[in-house]
């Protein structure tokens, strides 16, 4: 069974940073790419920052310059990196991912349960 498990989530104040993790474990082939959202109580849930294979990235107007996505490929991981972080970053952080469980087959989705990010004084 496949499973992306979230971490690194806490109550940290203004200003501060935090670094996110998120581990993909079970019989995976590959993975594409990955990503970071949240999902602010009352608001739709946003894409913060995209990570393909090779590396390439993206990230969200809110978040570019403050926050950094990353990945070890050998440990099937993704990292976010926030810094500067402000009251209104408070969410639920969660990742989800693009994989395979063979060379040429169906690509899956498969999403964490979140981890909780509250930035307060």
């Known amino acids: 069974q496949v499973q992306l498990v979230e971490s690194g989530g806490g109550l940290v104040q203004p200003g501060g940073s935090l670094r996110l993790s998120c581990a993909a474990s079970?019989?995976?082939?590959?993975?594409?790419?990955m990503y970071w959202h949240r999902q602010a109580p009352g608001k739709q849930r946003e894409l913060l920052a995209t990570?393909?294979?090779?590396?390439?990235?993206n990230y969200a107007d809110s978040v570019k310059g403050r926050f950094t996505i990353s990945r070890d490929n050998a440990k099937n991981t993704v990292y976010l990196q926030l810094n500067s972080l402000k009251p209104e970053d408070t969410a639920v952080y969660s990742c989800n991912a693009d994989y395979r469980l063979t060379p040429r087959g169906k690509v899956y989705v498969i999403w964490g349960q979140g981890t909780q990010v509250t930035v307060s004084s």
């Open positions: 990570i393909t294979s090779g590396g390439s990235t």
């Open positions: 079970g019989n995976i082939f590959s993975i594409n790419a």
